[in-house]
């Protein structure tokens, strides 16, 4: 009944933006961490961004200054904003979301990265 719902991902040039939601719905009442993490082929999944029900936000090295995490409580979304877009940042990203009782992973939404 718990639905994770993700959107945003596409195909981007070098250089460019996209921004990444993940709406949660269904029977959650607490959530405490909303992330994304990303894997790309051949590569183990990697945390790219999370966030904490009070702000508390962690980024990968690698997309530290270009990436931005956010949440919207009201909305049980959380969203990437990812700038300055560069291949190695191809991946399947996944939203994850942490509650008291469980882990709940969205489906994964493909992002490209290429000239």
Known sequence: QVQVVESGGGLVQPGGSLRLSCA???????????GWYRQAPGNQR????IISGLGRINYASSVKGRFTISRDNAKNTVYLQMNNLKSEDTAVYYCYIRTPGNDY???????????
């Open 105 to 115: 992973w969205g489906q994964g939404t493909q992002v490209t990265v290429s000239s």
């Open 24 to 34: 949660v719905s269904g029977s959650i009442f607490t959530i405490n961490d909303m």
């Open 46 to 49: 990697e945390l790219a961004g």
